[in-house]
């Protein structure tokens, strides 16, 4: 499945290098800017954000569940994780009607 058109970005991709992170620490926290970082990509019209975020969120859970991180420690990093995500979608979504109204 395609997420991002614009610089054709597959959901298996945007796993896949999450896995690869979690692999490293499995502890971070991995934004969607650090995920296109790391396939030398960069947000263009930033319409695929809101489903890049719910991609990481998953595949952070799907690793760790996978792993055997236990359900205590599991469910309070990922609201946290969900929390700051969506935090800053909201902030790119801001800048972007603040530039509009310009």
Known sequence: MIVCSCNIISKSEIEEVVHGFL??????????????HAMIKRGKCCGCF????????????????QNDTPDAEIIP?????????????????????TKRAA
């Open 23 to 36: 692999d490293e620490d499995a502890w971070q926290l991995i934004t969607v800017g650090k995920v296109y």
């Open 50 to 65: 809101p489903n890049a975020i719910s991609i990481i969120v998953e595949a952070v859970e799907n690793w760790h569940r």
């Open 77 to 97: 990093f990922l609201q946290r994780t969900r929390k700051l995500l969506e935090s800053q979608d909201a902030v790119r979504r801001s800048m972007k009607n």
